[in-house]
């Protein structure tokens, strides 16, 4: 079930004893002269498509229950297979994102805020899991010696839903919904961030979404990286460097032989020669 800060943000909507889900309520609904003529059709064609519900949840088929409930038919119902609130959403998104013929932009804005919407209800059923985890390990411990809970272990099952959605960025889910650019997905994801509403007018087709971004303001540019310095070396110091120099040799010197020592220094000497000849 859709978290009730996720509905607030939409409208909510029953036909006859059904619940609409969310994401399927940011779809439009057949109107007038179009909706009569659906509704003719069942009425002599018969249901074709059977209303997909979960429970009392309508997930597909508003408008087939509304033209049955209208013609006193009664619908065929199928029930959902799948429980996990990702699987709901995406089943509404691809069953009815190209049947209605919907503009690009309004189909880029119902994506936007479906993705928050199932974004929204992954992580209430993670937080529900957990919940639900600290209670069962509350009774097992007994009163005031509740056992510790694991939060690793719950956080990776409770989390077998969100890696889908969570695996690519924001504009990356919104663009794999509408099937569409990720400049137009981040496009309709900075109206969504800036104005709920604004999105809505662009879903329902009153603006594009051209016209949307222009309503924003202009995005915050970004300070420049500070410049910073390369790091100051030592400056160099003659009697000291040789020094060390010196030293180093003296303990590589001395573990040679006496043949093996004058060797070394005729060869260092010719080596420093030959480097610098002058």
């Not at 064609?45 to 209303?51: A, H, K």
């Not at 069953?95 to 994506?111: E, G, M, S, V, W």
């Not at 030592?234 to 060390?244: F, G, I, S, V």
Request: hydrophobic letters at 35%.
């Amino acid at each position: 079930m859709m978290p009730i800060e996720a509905k607030a943000e939409l409208r909510e909507e029953r036909i006859g004893n059904y619940r609409v889900h969310p994401v399927a309520a940011l779809f439009p609904l057949l109107q007038g002269e179009e909706f009569e003529q659906f509704k003719s059709n069942i009425e002599n064609r018969g249901q074709l498509d059977p209303i997909v519900v979960k429970g009392d949840l309508l997930i597909d088929g508003r408008n087939r229950l509304r033209a049955c409930l209208d013609l006193g038919i009664e619908p065929k119902i199928r029930e959902f297979e799948e429980a996990r609130e990702a699987d709901i959403g995406r089943y509404i998104i691809s069953t009815n994102i190209y049947r209605r013929h919907l503009h690009p932009d309004r189909q880029i804005a119902i994506c936007s805020l479906a993705n928050r919407l199932i974004r929204a209800a992954i992580a209430a059923e993670a937080k529900l899991k957990i919940q639900k985890q600290q209670g069962a390990h509350g009774v097992e411990g007994g009163r005031g010696h509740k056992k510790p809970l694991n939060t690793e272990r719950c956080s990776r099952v409770s989390q077998r839903n969100a890696r889908e959605m969570h695996s690519r960025s924001t504009i990356g889910q919104i663009a794999a919904l509408a099937d569409t650019s990720h400049r137009k997905a981040a496009q309709a994801a900075r109206v969504l961030d800036h104005s709920p509403e604004l999105i809505q007018q662009v879903a329902d087709g009153k603006v594009t979404l051209r016209e949307a971004t222009k309503q924003l303001p202009p995005p915050t540019p970004r300070k420049p990286k500070p410049k910073t310095d390369p790091p100051q070396l030592p400056l160099p110091n003659p009697d000291k460097d040789l020094a060390y120099i010196i030293q180093t040799l003296r303990k590589i010197i001395e573990s040679y032989s006496a043949i093996q020592r004058m060797e070394l220094v005729q060869r260092i000497i010719t080596e420093i020669k030959q480097q610098w000849p002058n």
